[in-house]
């Protein structure tokens, strides 16, 4: 059975079990969502066309994530003009997983509630209890000394002991230096195992399009890594 819906101003055919990406949803992940914009049902070959919706047919589904997409760059440009911008732009999005297709107003099917675990019966002793032992006292856990954890972004709440010299990369100064400091890059390190998606929001953060990859940071930070 499949159904096609309408949300974020697009048509999607969709079926049980489908993943979709869709225009953000304000649903927690986790959540079930019903679509009631049911443009088309069909059901082998049976095929049901709304007028312009399928009276009481509604699609539901659970909200898989929120999430950022694939950033888009835009580049204007005059000519005979010194005008040059460069933005980039990530749209948001929501990803649902289709769980049931309803026709005729029927509700979806309640998730079964786990059954309430029942107090065990105490055991009858059959012999008497023998006397209990002292426990050993316990050793101290041995004292570690915890390095500053490196978040999904690649970003620390602070230095890992020193910060390294982050001017010695070409083109970060003292001013750019405290920037990259505010944002949570304190060592070379960090910034040598930047990935991509981190570069992007790092770059659109402190409005540096393209300049990681542009003065070659990250080469630069791992020959700096090795000397540090």
Request: hydrophobic share 40%.
């Amino acid at each position: 059975m499949f159904a096609v819906i309408k949300t974020g101003g697009k048509q999607y055919k969709v079926a049980e079990g489908d993943e979709l990406v869709i225009e953000k949803l304000e649903i927690e992940a986790g959540k079930d969502v019903t679509f009631d914009s049911v443009l088309m049902l069909g059901n082998g070959k049976k095929v049901t066309i709304g007028e312009p919706m399928v009276a009481g047919a509604s699609v539901v589904a659970e909200v898989t994530e929120q999430r950022k997409g694939a950033k888009v760059m835009i580049f204007k440009k005059r000519q005979r003009n010194t005008y040059r911008r460069k933005k980039g732009h990530r749209q948001l999005e929501t990803l649902v997983t289709i769980k049931s297709i309803l026709a005729d107003g029927k509700k979806a099917p309640a998730k079964k509630k786990a059954a309430p675990k029942t107090e065990a019966a105490p055991k009858v002793a059959a012999k008497a209890a023998a006397p209990k032992k002292e426990a050993a006292p316990k050793k101290a856990p041995a004292k570690t000394t915890a390095k500053a954890a490196v978040d999904a972004r690649g970003r620390m709440a602070k230095a890992d002991g020193k910060a390294d010299d982050l001017k010695l990369i070409s083109g970060v100064g003292p001013a750019f230096e405290k920037k990259l400091n505010g944002a949570g890059i304190f060592h070379f390190a960090q910034i040598a195992k930047l990935k991509k998606a981190q570069i992007a929001d790092l770059e659109e953060e402190l409005n540096m399009s393209g300049r990681v990859e542009r003065d070659e940071w990250i080469q630069q930070a791992k020959d700096l890594a090795k000397k540090a």
